[in-house]
């Protein structure tokens, strides 16, 4: 079992920075990808980002590519999403999860935290 907390969740503006994390606890942090998700109110869970077990790939959703990264640092078995120019359209609920490798696809992952509430005024 792998148990995720995710945290740094917030209020911001149009265009302003935030950086999620979540930690993990249970099973060895460096057996899995990670991968981080989005629900907005009245839409479906969707792909944010994703990065590998040994942090060397790094993938991203066409909507946030260029504006968000995704880092793991394996000491604090803790990844991150830093989120910059963030736009009103990118508030929603987001969640990380553990997956055996990097993927898009929601039932690829094994793993899930309870989410942070992310929003954006314009």
């Known amino acids: 079992q792998v148990q995720l907390v995710e945290s740094g969740g917030g209020l911001v503006q149009a265009g302003g920075s935030l950086r999620l994390s979540c930690a993990a606890s249970g099973r060895p942090f460096s057996s899995y990808a990670m991968g981080w998700f989005r629900q907005a109110p009245g839409k479906e869970r969707e792909f944010v980002a994703a990065?590998?077990?040994?942090?060397?790939?790094?993938y991203y959703a066409d909507l946030v590519k260029g504006r968000f990264t995704i880092s793991r640092v394996g000491v604090k078995n803790t990844v991150y999403l830093l989120m910059n120019s963030l736009k009103p359209e990118d508030t929603a609920v987001y969640y990380c999860a553990a997956s055996r490798y990097p993927a898009s696809r929601i039932n690829e992952y094994d793993y899930w935290g309870q989410g942070t509430q992310v929003t954006v005024s314009s």
């Open positions: 990065i590998s077990w040994t942090a060397g790939s790094t």
